[in-house]
């Protein structure tokens, strides 16, 4: 039975591990047939895409379902399944639609890889894999934006020196440079075994991938880095004057590379994608979002109303709050926020095991501090291969309690 009991968990990790490597990818962007933010319905972000993300989804259906029947369900992770719940309801009671099951699925595939992460990982023995995987995860998109820009549908990686401009990098989709997360989590791993080990090729590596995964120019992204980079250094075990000029450094450093274009990016009118009037959208949201308080306007609402009002180029919220203020109503934010909370608050309380257990803390410390900021200028908790790469510490972190 032990055996038997064994062999599972190995098939679930290898699931997982397929999922945390790949489910960042945008298939249909690196062929071109994503119409962006003028995908209004499900269909319209391409056929590619719908069986990608639902092979993924699927993967992490069947790591759940697996581990759930094999060690049970972590009952202390209610939040997130009340909001999925809540969200299902939410659906229901609102309207049926295609465009509402494709953010409900988003949702569901990066929460079922928490509940399965949380229960078959553990950061005192697992790390070194899991750091394995996300680096690998920023080569595999690397590779696919390489591709992209060889069929035609850049920019990516490949014309980045040509095309070094703020539209043209930010609208890189299916590349590195649009998943900016992916990267910036690998660099902060990396940054925090620099913090414990004092081993200098792992400050390096996490320095370029931090570099790296900041050219894409969210403003929201880098102000949450900032402040995850901040938490690493107040939590790690370090020379508090030495590293602090290491933070300043690393924090100067990008201002000097890509503050210009933040600033034009911000403050001008120019490009495809107008990005600095987001925020005077934000009250037009919050007045539709109070006419539903309670249940909200259901699944991908903001995306719905911005083209309702034809005001397509802001796309969606990009305030995931009051995105989920929208959606799913006050008992859905509270909902999603509490188990933001819940996964902070237990990675807080984690007494470390070993080294790999103080590394994998102070980076889910990191990386939860980066989401919590960023979600209030992106739409993070929509992307699942987002999502995945931001909690796959936290869950490890978890599992190593159980």
């Not at 980045?160 to 043209?168: E, F, G």
């Not at 929208?326 to 909370?341: E, M, Q």
Request: proline letters at 3%; one cysteine or more; charged letters at 10%.
């Amino acid at each position: 039975m032990a055996i038997r009991t064994k062999s599972i968990i190995t098939f679930i990790r290898g699931l997982l591990y397929v999922a945390l490597i790949s489910s960042a990818l945008n298939v249909s962007v690196m062929l071109g047939l994503d119409r962006g933010y003028e995908a209004t319905a499900s269909l319209e972000i391409g056929w590619p895409n719908i069986i990608f993300k639902t092979s993924i989804l699927l993967i992490c259906a069947l790591a759940f379902l697996m581990s759930w029947l094999s060690l049970g369900l972590d009952r202390r992770m209610w939040p997130f399944i009340a909001f999925f719940i809540w969200g299902c309801l939410v659906w229901f009671c609102t309207g049926t639609t295609l465009i509402g099951i494709r953010q409900l699925a988003s949702f569901l595939t990066s929460i079922l890889f928490l509940l399965a992460a949380s229960r078959v990982f553990d950061v005192s023995k697992d790390l070194g894999i899991l750091k394995k995987c996300l680096f690998g995860a920023v080569i595999l998109l690397i590779g696919a934006g390489i591709l992209q820009n060889l069929l035609g549908h850049g920019p990516a990686v490949g014309t980045m020196v040509d095309k070094w401009d703020v539209h043209s990098l930010h609208t890189g989709a299916g590349s590195v440079l649009q998943q900016t997360v992916i990267p910036i989590t690998s660099g902060l791993i990396f940054i925090s075994s620099f913090i414990y080990t004092r081993k200098k090729l792992s400050g390096l590596v996490g320095t370029l991938l931090i570099i790296l995964g900041s050219l894409v120019l969210l403003r929201g992204v880098i102000l949450g880095l900032c402040v995850g980079l901040a938490s690493l250094f107040l939590v790690g075990k370090l020379n508090r004057v030495r590293y602090t000029i290491i933070l300043f450094l690393i924090i100067g450093l990008l201002t000097i590379i890509i503050g210009p274009y933040v600033y034009r990016k911000s403050f001008t009118k120019s490009g495809y994608i107008e990005t600095h009037g987001r925020m005077k959208q934000w009250p037009v949201l919050l007045e539709y979002a109070l006419e539903k308080p309670l249940l909200g306007h259901g699944p991908n609402s903001d995306l719905e109303y911005f083209n309702y009002i034809r005001a397509r180029e802001f796309g969606v919220a990009h305030n995931e709050y009051l995105g989920l203020f929208v959606s799913f109503g006050v008992p859905g934010l509270l909902l999603y926020i509490a188990g933001i909370v819940c996964l902070f608050w237990r990675t807080i309380k984690l007494k470390p095991l070993n080294s790999n257990s103080i590394i994998g803390r102070n980076c889910s410390i990191a990386v939860l501090s980066l989401l919590m900021v960023a979600a209030m200028f992106g739409n993070l908790f929509r992307q699942p291969g987002v999502m995945i790469a931001l909690f796959v510490f936290p869950a490890a972190c978890i599992g190593s309690r159980k």
